[in-house]
């Protein structure tokens, strides 16, 4: 199973940054897609960004030029640096991978915990 731990949450004034980390653990024989979602008050989760092994990364259109996803396969960490915050932009932020089993038989789907990101003056 893999483990996905996110960090690097908090409080910002608008059109400051921020850096967020997905770092995966755990057994498996890799890692297939790597996406950020966020969920508002009161709203439902959405995608921001995601990226696939040999596909290019597609954003959000409400992220599309300040938001931009990374990743360090090193370190089984992938990274989501927001830029030109907004107080829309407040709500927790979730990392989700797909992977394949360590046997190859399965591709499973895990979710970190969620970190809260806060814009506001």
């Known amino acids: 199973q893999v483990q996905l731990v996110e960090s690097g949450g908090g409080l910002v004034q608008p059109g400051g940054s921020l850096r967020l980390s997905c770092a995966a653990s755990g057994s498996y024989f890799s890692i297939l897609a790597m996406r950020w979602y966020r969920q508002a008050p009161g709203k439902q989760r959405e995608l921001v960004a995601g990226?696939?092994?040999?596909?290019?990364?597609v954003y959000a259109d409400a992220v599309k030029g300040r938001f931009n996803l990374s990743e360090d396969n090193a370190k089984n960490t992938a990274y989501l640096e927001m830029n030109s915050l907004k107080p829309e932009d407040t709500a927790v932020y979730y990392c989700n991978a797909n992977y394949q089993t360590r046997d190859r038989d399965y591709v499973l789907g895990a979710w970190g915990q969620g970190t809260l990101v806060t814009v506001s003056s």
């Open positions: 990226i696939s092994s040999g596909d290019s990364t």
